[in-house]
């Protein structure tokens, strides 16, 4: 075994559990909370999918190791699509970056037009501003990461 | 002036261990109802010298501590995307119940904790709105020994809650 490929084991071996424990809380986690947020009920989930509510219940526990099946097929329920998307390790915190910068860069050009007077700083904007997009889009992106 | 530093949920795994916020893959979560933030002190020049991050480092010192704790940032990151977060505890494997309750001015005040079953670690919350926002501040990690919520830890989240109360307009928010 190369030693690039021993590392990378030896990475993956070390954070195994954990890794797992986090990545399928996540997951359920923003489905469910996505349920919520458009007003749905697991007993909606369920009759969509032709599934039995503890099913569903089951599924948003936080505890199970969803299949790509299972998840896309939440989204359909939801009538949200399910991105999943493979990322360099670095570019993810990169583009997290650019949003802030991209954020605080509108926020300072809105203060200086003056058209935010209700508005005291980035913080309370950036609140402002994300509320709009709440129904938009993205169940969320669900990120496959690559080793560089 | 009571300061609340806003904290992504990155930034607390990156805490609780080096390389733990890429397990996610950098998403940003959806819109958030209530922001996540945990208060910083007169001595505390950076969040990590934060009370809050000093008993991540103190209290979640091992693997299997670690993978609970992580079940619980992750279930307060997704709850605080929805308005009625006790709804979204609901039925899932993280348990919201209150820890310690006390009476402030007339008005019963709720300190959370966040729970998985028979584990036990902690993460000690309290809701606030304030300025115009709502807060989930996050005030202690703790692995429990006892049936009962400590007493230090019982009161510190109570002066913590009472000073932010009272402060109301006058909290200094840090991003």
Redesign the interface.
């Known amino acids: 075994m190369s030693p690039k490929n021993r590392e990378v084991q030896v990475s993956i071996q070390d ?1 195994r ?3 797992s ?3 399928r ?2 997951i ?3 489905l ?3 349920m ?2 458009k007003g749905l009920r ?1 007993v909606d989930i369920a009759e969509r999918l032709g599934v039995s509510e503890a099913n569903v ?1 089951r599924w ?4 199970q190791n969803l299949s790509l099946d299972t998840m896309y097929a939440i989204a359909d329920a939801l009538e949200e699509r399910l991105c999943v ?1 493979l ?1 360099a ?1 670095d ?3 990169t ?2 970056q650019l ?1 802030d910068e991209i954020l605080h860069r509108d926020w300072e050009r809105q203060k200086g037009k003056g058209s935010l007077p209700n508005l005291s ?4 904007y950036q ?1 402002v501003a ?2 709009p ?2 129904n938009d889009g993205f169940i ?6 690559r080793t560089a | 002036m009571p300061v609340l530093k806003l904290i992504g949920v990155p930034l607390i795994l990156e805490h609780a261990k080096k390389g733990l916020s890429k397990a996610l893959g950098g998403h940003k979560a959806t819109s958030e109802v209530w922001r996540i933030c945990t208060p910083l002190s007169d001595g505390d020049v950076t969040v990590q010298k934060s009370k809050f991050f000093k008993s991540i480092t103190e209290d979640i010192d091992d693997a299997s501590k670690l993978k609970t704790f992580v079940q619980l940032v992750s279930a307060l990151a997704s709850a605080s995307t929805v308005e009625n977060y006790h709804e979204f505890f609901r039925g899932i494997a993280v348990e919201c119940k209150e820890a310690h309750g006390f009476n402030h001015r007339g008005t019963k005040v709720k300190i959370f904790e966040l729970k998985r079953l028979r584990q036990k670690e902690r993460l000690y919350f309290f809701p606030l709105s304030a300025k115009g926002m709502r807060f989930f501040i996050v005030l202690l990690a703790h692995h429990k020994k006892d049936e009962t919520t400590p007493k230090n830890v019982a009161n510190y989240c109570e002066a913590q809650a009472i000073q932010f109360i009272d402060a109301g307009e006058k909290i200094y928010i840090q991003e």
């Open positions: 954070n559990e954990v890794f424990a986090l990545r809380s996540d359920a986690y923003q469910k909370a996505r919520l947020s697991s219940s948003f526990s936080g505890s998307l990322r390790k570019e993810a915190s583009l997290i949003e700083n980035l913080s309370e609140f994300d509320n997009a709440a969320s992106e669900f990120k496959l990461e």
